[in-house]
């Protein structure tokens, strides 16, 4: 069986392409303030003709982690869970044999708070 390649996916908010060094000498970037970016962007893959789903974060993230849109996903607005039924990329990661892992702000699930009981053990 060939080895599958480790997957890495970065993003962010509010992250304009010119802001961004590997995209090259745009007039007003600030360019040399992204290394560690810049770097993974030459060994990896650049999106150069990129553009958001939705402009708020919420909605955007569910429309990553979906492919759907937000209006269909039921998230339309910031503090809207990702309801517990929906496939995932780590859902179709992890049954083509990967281990996955969200790091960092996940907001599709702010109706949950520290009251809440704790998740089941079998929670991944």
């Given at each position: 069986m060939p080895k599958r390649p480790n997957i890495v996916f970065l993003f962010s908010d509010q992250q304009r392409f010119d802001t961004v060094s590997c995209y090259g000498a745009i007039p007003g970037a600030p360019l040399g303030l992204t290394p560690n970016l810049d770097a993974m962007a030459a060994d990896g893959v650049r999106f150069d003709l990129a553009m958001t789903c939705q402009p708020v974060c919420g909605?955007?993230?569910a429309c990553?982690?979906?492919?759907l849109y937000p209006d269909?996903?039921?998230c339309t607005v910031n503090d809207r869970a990702l309801?517990?039924?929906?496939v995932t990329v780590a859902d179709r990661m992890r049954g083509a044999g990967y281990e996955t892992a969200y790091v960092g702000k996940w907001h599709l699930?702010?109706?949950?708070s520290c009251?809440?009981?704790?998740?089941p053990d079998t929670f991944d």
């Open positions: 909605p955007a993230r990553l982690q979906t492919g269909a996903i039921g309801p517990s039924d929906a699930a702010s109706q949950r009251a809440d009981p704790p998740l």
